[in-house]
């Protein structure tokens, strides 16, 4: 059974205080791993795909890094507008019978200005 | 603008009604999907389906049903056999040849 873990389950960081959030996974066979942004009372908002360790992605001020067992989300500089839970979400070859992601449950980054 | 919405966003029930929430794209998307997100844990996948006319159950089936009749909609009814039907629904769709799921605006559904 694929699991996700996600550290810290909230986050309190000054503006412009940068850091990271940490997304541990156990699959069978890695197919993606994703990142998410929820708002409160919103869909989530597709972010990021990493595929293989090793593999970076970066977008404004996110940057994602994979590794054979864990995701780091890093956040340089953030602004009050980067406050949000984000979420992260495995796909793996086995899945269960199940084709869907496995989600972590998030973590609340709030950053104040 | 191509993307996916849901309807209605809240919605309220009496205990004992069967109630449909309706999920539509237009992004030319093969494959739907219905999550179910609680207050302190992880969405959770309900039904999913990769073609028009076939689905398959995910890991909380139980209480639910849906249909494909066609590409673009998967409307999802809960019914009155699911026992803690209060929550935050949340229909994704994907291509065919990717992986990543891009999410509609969710539907909040409240029984009483």
């Known amino acids: 059974e694929d699991q996700v873990t996600q550290s810290p389950e909230a986050l309190r960081l000054q503006e412009g205080e940068s850091s990271s959030l940490n997304c541990s996974y156990t699959?069978?066979?890695?197919?993606?791993l994703f990142w998410y942004r929820q708002d409160p009372g919103k869909g989530p908002e597709f972010l990021f795909t990493?595929?293989?360790a090793g593999e970076e992605k970066e977008k404004e001020r996110l940057k994602a890094t994979l590794t054979k067992k864990e995701s780091f989300l890093h956040i340089t500089a953030p602004k009050p507008e980067d406050s949000a839970t984000y979420l992260c979400a495995v796909r793996s070859y086995s899945g269960g019978g199940a084709d869907g992601l496995t989600f972590g449950k998030g973590t609340h980054l709030i950053i104040q200005p | 603008d191509g993307g996916i919405t849901q309807s209605p966003k809240y919605l309220f029930r009496k205990e004992g009604q069967n109630v449909t929430l309706s999920c539509e794209q237009n992004?030319?998307?093969?494959?739907m999907y219905w999550y179910r997100q609680d207050p302190g844990q992880g969405l959770r996948l309900i039904y999913y389906s990769q073609i028009v006319n076939d689905f398959q159950k995910g890991d909380i089936a139980e209480g639910y049903s849906v249909s494909r009749e066609k590409k673009e909609s998967f409307p999802l009814t809960v019914t009155s056999a699911q026992k803690n039907p209060t929550a935050f629904y949340l229909c994704a769709s994907s291509r065919r040849d990717a992986y990543e799921q891009y999410f509609g605006p969710g539907t909040r559904l409240t029984v009483t």
């Open positions: 699959v069978s066979g890695l197919r993606g």
């Open positions: 992004l030319n998307h093969d494959a």
């Open positions: 990493l595929y293989s």
